[in-house]
């Protein structure tokens, strides 16, 4: 579960909620990863149409101290002023992705990996095993569990993400319900093996 959802990149895993800390600047050069050519260079993340691969769209998004520090918190709140920022962009929290040939990374992330040159994962699926160049690619990379402290509050509503009985909600286990641990592999499995038995 995350605030932001996918954005059709190459990254392995759910993004989460993560306070960033500092900035990290752009280690990819978009063009690496594209399948089809840029059409417009000059085009922006501001653009309906952008055209780049990765998360490096959410750019344009501030962190949450960017966009707290704009309303008044000290006194009562003027709203008129205040308007742009309550119809502007959301603060984005991003983190624990990994990033595949060339997929842009979003200057608010400072969890990630970025796998150099022209790596692509492959995962095949046959008889019942699933084999995948994933612990090659992935390497001794690991993030944080996403729980209900981690997510934080919708906006809206401002209420916790949580399981229906008000508990906090821990993903603590992949895909096949085997046990995280406190060091998870981006994606859908706690452990990598060159052959994982999924039927």
């Not at 508990?167 to 046990?179: A, K, R, W």
Request: charged share 25%.
């Amino acid at each position: 579960m995350a605030r932001l959802g996918s954005t059709g990149s190459t990254h392995l895993t759910e993004s989460y909620v993560q306070q960033p800390e500092t900035r990290r600047p752009r280690s990819c050069k978009r063009r690496n990863v594209q399948q089809f050519a840029i059409k417009d260079e000059s085009k922006t993340a501001a653009a309906a149409d952008y055209e780049v691969v990765g998360t490096a769209p959410f750019d344009i998004f501030p962190t949450y101290d960017e966009w707290i520090k704009n309303f008044m918190m000290d006194r009562e709140p003027d709203m008129g002023p205040l308007a742009k920022y309550h119809f502007g962009h959301l603060p984005v929290w991003l983190g624990g992705n990994v990033y595949l040939n060339g997929a842009s990374v979003c200057k608010h992330e400072t969890d990630n990996l970025v796998v150099a040159g022209k790596s692509k994962a492959k995962v095949s699926l046959k008889s019942g095993k699933l084999t995948s160049n994933l612990k090659e690619l992935l390497g001794d990379y690991t993030t944080g569990v996403i729980t209900t402290q981690v997510l934080g509050s919708a906006f809206e509503p401002e209420q916790r993400f949580e399981n229906r009985d008000g508990t906090d909600i821990i993903f603590n286990e992949d895909f096949f319900g085997n046990h995280r641990g406190t060091h998870v592999l981006p994606g859908p499995f706690a452990e990598l093996a060159d052959e994982i038995k999924v039927l």
